[in-house]
């Protein structure tokens, strides 16, 4: 890896991206600036945009639509004045990101909660009696999920 640039296998080789996502990239206008290209129109990558891919990459990996990222990106490559936009853009991510974590948490618990079962029933080899109660697996993951639950003990119909 050399000097003040990056070709596109290095910077492949850093982030973990193919050279066709790093195409993806700029073709959808995911980055502030252009990206570089030699005399041989090789792309080439400063620093800089490693950083900003990397950081693409979190906002992707955490459900950022592609379409709020290259709006961050316009906010970005226009300069300061539009921080308010950006901070309002972040938050609304934060929000849906924070929603997501919560609902994991639940089903987490669940799937805790099936798993402690199914565990003691092996320890005590009592794995069978687990398909003569009441509640098989799918109710007992369902638990959680209390007003679809409610809406399907409503008489139907």
């Excluded at 890896?1 to 290095?10: I, L, V």
């Excluded at 041989?40 to 955490?62: F, I, M």
């Excluded at 709020?68 to 921080?83: Q, S, T």
Aim: a positive charge.
């Amino acid at each position: 890896m050399g000097g003040d640039t990056f070709s596109s296998g290095e910077v492949s080789e850093i982030t973990g991206m193919s050279a066709h996502a790093l195409r993806y990239y700029e073709r959808e206008g995911l980055f502030p600036g252009r990206v570089g290209r030699t005399g041989g129109r090789w792309r080439t990558y400063t620093r800089q945009d490693v950083e900003w891919l990397l950081g693409c990459a979190r906002l992707r990996a955490s459900g950022m639509p592609v379409a709020d990222i290259r709006r961050y990106a316009e906010l970005v490559a226009a300069g300061p004045g539009n921080e308010e936009a950006r901070l309002e853009l972040m938050r609304a991510h934060r929000r849906r990101v924070e929603r997501q974590m919560a609902e994991l948490r639940v089903s987490l618990d669940a799937i805790a909660t099936k798993t402690e079962t199914y565990e003691k029933a092996v320890a005590d080899g009592a794995a069978a009696t687990l398909w003569t109660g009441e509640e098989p697996l799918v109710c007992a993951l369902a638990a959680p999920d209390t007003e679809a639950l409610a809406r399907l003990r409503r008489p139907m119909r």
